[in-house]
């Protein structure tokens, strides 16, 4: 599949603009008062969904905080820093801080938190580095590390046991063979960006320390494993598509893989890029701006010895697909579905009853009015009768079986973007009325 330079583009920003949506604002959140205040003693504190921060000091007065963005948790969990008063076995010699436990460990986190050390002792050196412990004889840089003055930072997207080193030259080889030797879990994409992340935080190591080849190799040795992280997504053989592809972190995996590969100036035309950015431009078509129209219609007709009511009911799934986004193109609305029918009725000493389906196109596009309010313009063309039929059952069990012969119908509505909003409109050959209502499932 090919794309355009303008859709390109436009699925660019939009990714850009969903990524920092699911990263949060660039304001550090604030910090309630713990009850736990003593140095070097664990720091509990509950945090939610909208995120927060937590603090620690260790025995050496360090001072540790960890920063939760929106969105990181799914549901409210008690957070625990549990400092280190020794650091852990460790393959690094040079022990800059001696650690802390993140509790509960294992948790992942849906978007990459801060951990950053003010160290009390002054600023480390420049071949300091944050490291998650893995095994006693095996870490990993953390991903988008800084030092300024004396703190020193980078991100987790997984709790477990962290400390600080400078390893040596040679510490620093064998832990970087070691993670190249590592295969990444296809089923925990958090861990497989935080392995990425690793790798070229070594890279950027050893080429500030003189090393260039090596580190040149550790580049080239991350991007070979995002590669292979994004064909195994890609393949439903490697990694399963999930039942609901609108599952927010299958999403979420998706986002973050795309992000990671611009931020690695994968080529845009390549295949592997082309085939990403098919999917996630699928993904986002199902899953973003997603609306849904509520049917209910009543048609009363009473006639001397006839009278019959018929009322449908159901709802119709809809979407504004985001690859057309432009300056000049309104966004596009397309979905179909299927509503139900049912009627009932007298006919002199007969009673009716029935049951049908009709089958709904919708098509339309977004606009806005003079006031800037975004207003769907939707066609709703109804094949009436697409199955069912109307039974009559007459006294001395006379029954009789009618099909109903399908029709066709075409309404033209107008629905302001907004939840709940309703538009009804009388019925013009009968009694009754046609009412829709708009339910906004889902906007980014």
């Known amino acids: 599949m090919t794309t355009?330079?303008?859709?390109?583009?436009?699925?660019?920003?939009?990714?850009?603009?969903?990524?920092?949506?699911?990263?949060?604002?660039?304001?550090?959140?604030?910090?309630?008062?713990?009850?736990?205040?003593?140095?070097?003693?664990?720091?509990?504190?509950?945090?939610?969904?909208?995120?927060?921060?937590?603090?620690?000091?260790?025995?050496?007065?360090?001072?540790?905080?960890?920063?939760?963005?929106?969105?990181?948790?799914?549901?409210?969990?008690?957070?625990?820093?549990?400092?280190?008063?020794?650091?852990?076995?460790?393959?690094?010699g040079g022990n800059v801080f001696p650690g802390i436990e993140l509790q509960p460990a294992g948790l992942r986190l849906l978007k990459a938190a801060t951990l950053k050390l003010t160290l009390a002792q002054g600023a480390p050196d420049a071949r300091t580095l944050l490291l998650h412990l893995r095994q006693a004889d095996f870490v990993m840089p953390l991903s988008d590390q800084?030092?300024?003055?004396?703190?020193i930072s980078g991100k987790i997207r997984h709790f477990s046991t962290y400390l600080a080193g400078s390893p040596s030259d040679s510490e620093a080889s064998q832990q970087a063979d070691k993670a190249a030797g590592?295969?990444?879990?296809?089923?925990?994409?958090?861990?497989?960006?935080?392995?990425?992340?690793?790798?070229?935080?070594?890279?950027?190591?050893?080429?500030?320390?003189?090393?260039?080849d090596q580190g040149q190799a550790l580049f080239n040795q991350a991007e070979q494993a995002l590669r292979a992280a994004i064909e195994c997504f890609l393949d439903p053989n490697c990694h399963p598509v999930p039942i609901d592809i609108c599952n927010e972190d299958y999403i979420r995996e998706a986002l973050a893989y795309l992000a990671q590969?611009?931020?690695?100036?994968?080529?845009?035309?390549?295949?592997?890029?082309?085939?990403?950015?098919?999917?996630?431009?699928?993904?986002?078509?199902?899953?973003?701006?997603?609306?849904?129209?509520?049917?209910?219609?009543?048609?009363?007709?009473?006639?001397y010895a006839f009278s019959q009511?018929?009322?449908?009911?159901?709802?119709?799934?809809?979407?504004?697909?985001?690859?057309?986004?432009?300056?000049?193109?309104?966004?596009?609305?397309?979905?179909?579905?299927?509503?139900?029918?049912?009627?009932?009725?007298?006919?002199?000493?007969?009673?009716?009853?029935?049951?049908?389906?009709?089958?709904?196109?919708?098509?339309?596009q977004l606009e806005s009015d003079e006031m800037g309010q975004p207003w769907l313009n939707l066609q709703l063309t109804e094949s009436w009768y697409a199955s069912g039929q109307q039974t009559f059952v007459c006294p001395e069990d006379n029954n009789v079986s009618v099909p109903l012969p399908p029709s066709q119908s075409i309404q033209n509505?107008?629905?302001?973007?907004?939840?709940?909003?309703?538009?009804q409109q009388p019925h013009l050959q009968t009694q009754g009325y046609y009412r829709w209502t708009l339910r906004v499932l889902h906007v980014w």
């Open 4 to 92: 355009s330079n303008r859709s390109w583009a436009a699925l660019s920003l939009l990714s850009l603009a969903l990524m920092f949506s699911l990263q949060g604002g660039a304001c550090g959140p604030q910090i309630t008062p713990n009850g736990n205040s003593d140095t070097g003693s664990p720091v509990r504190k509950l945090i939610g969904t909208d995120g927060g921060a937590i603090e620690a000091t260790n025995a050496r007065g360090d001072l540790i905080r960890l920063e939760v963005p929106s969105g990181a948790l799914s549901q409210a969990v008690d957070i625990t820093i549990d400092p280190l008063d020794e650091p852990p076995a460790s393959p690094v």
């Open 146 to 151: 800084a030092i300024a003055g004396n703190v």
């Open 182 to 212: 590592q295969s990444s879990d296809s089923s925990d994409w958090q861990a497989t960006l935080d392995h990425i992340g690793g790798m070229m935080e070594w890279g950027e190591w050893f080429v500030s320390h003189g090393m260039g």
């Open 261 to 303: 590969a611009q931020l690695l100036g994968f080529d845009e035309q390549s295949d592997l890029m082309q085939n990403l950015n098919a999917t996630v431009t699928h993904l986002l078509n199902q899953c973003t701006n997603q609306f849904a129209i509520d049917y209910d219609y009543l048609q009363a007709v009473n006639q």
């Open 309 to 364: 009511d018929i009322h449908v009911t159901g709802q119709i799934l809809f979407s504004l697909p985001v690859y057309v986004v432009s300056d000049i193109e309104p966004l596009h609305a397309t979905g179909q579905g299927t509503v139900n029918g049912t009627i009932t009725g007298v006919a002199g000493d007969c009673t009716i009853t029935g049951s049908f389906t009709i089958d709904v196109v919708v098509e339309g």
């Open 413 to 423: 509505i107008r629905l302001l973007m907004q939840d709940g909003y309703v538009l």
